[in-house]
């Protein structure tokens, strides 16, 4: 070893390597393969710190966005209704109702039946006294005899004046003259004829009959009572008559059901004040349109009443049996969703949330009948929130063990 100029020893290597040149010093060498390993280490510290970092927010960010995603529980409609029977609210009514009023007019005289009285076709029920038809009607009766005088007359001058014409005693022109009076005369005559029978049925009208057999429901006059049956004035009821040996039902059907009835089908008619009872009635006819302010259809049921024991004008439940089942579905009530575009349900498709709009018949309390809009395999959503829209992404939750599904 040689001094440096700073004091130290350098080495001296006798295998100097050719060209004069050294080789390295064996502590840089070393030096420079743990600054390496170092930097290395450092390195991967760092990749896997990167890498850690990474994996972590991906697994938050699947995280949040599973927990983003709604959790539901879904069932399926149960095919057809619980039953076949529609139970629809109606009213009574006589099968023959009317109003009788008075034909002439003239004061009151008389009347025979009060309500609740049950009268025959024919019963008499009221006498009007009318002076003044029964003056007019002596008064033409007069006229007729007049006329009647002058028309014989006539005839006799006719007759004569034929006679007296073959043997040329008198024109022509008399003779003509003759005969066109008897003409006038005789039409004088059925005149007087036509206006004596027109007063003598006003006259008839003074006597107020029952048209049909009924009961008298409405009495609406009395003794010395003015009656009007001129057109300046609205005509009043006299009395107001029902036939009620048969009664007549109405109910509005829902448009749903409007092909499931027909002309002839059985129906029962229950009323709250004969509990247990049931009255066999028969579909007699329908309006045959629907009704565009209630979407119905008017449906009337005959109930024979020979007992009297149904009044008109009562409350009253119609059961209707559908000859064939509606192509429906119930589904809970839980389910529905009310939008002010109508009632809606939402299902689960392809992940998502889907809103039908459903037509609603008839209601059992925890469920519902839906006769449009749904079908058997639709998975509907139980409890949808109320900010539910379509599209929304949702997961289906798994029933507990032993729940139905």
Known sequence: MTPNGNGELDAVYDDALPGGRRPPPRKSRRGLIILGLAVILVAAAIFNGIHGRIAAEHVLAQTTEASAVSSVTVVRPDPGAPNEELVLPGSTQAITDTPIYARTSGYLKSWTSDIGAHVKKGDLLAEIDTPEVDEQLRQMRADLETAQANFKLADLTSKRNDDLLKSRSIATQERDNSAGALAAAKANVASKQADVARLERMQSYEKVYAPFDGIITARNTDIGALIDAGANSPARELFHLSAIDKIRVFVQVPEAYSRAIHDGDKANVTLDEFPGDKFAGTLMRTANAIDQASRSLLVEIDVDNADGRLLPGAYAFVHLSLVKPMQSVTIPSNALIFRKEGMRVAVV?????????????????????????????????????????????????????????
Request: zero cysteines; a negative charge; proline letters at 11%.
């Open 349 to 405: 498709r392809d992940g998502k949330a889907t809103l039908l709009p459903i037509v609603i018949g008839r209601d059992y309390g925890d469920k519902v009948e839906v006769v449009s809009g749904l079908q058997p395999t639709d998975e509907i959503i139980l409890d949808p929130s109320d900010s539910l829209v379509a599209g929304t992404t949702v997961q289906i939750a798994q029933p507990p063990a032993g729940a139905p599904k």
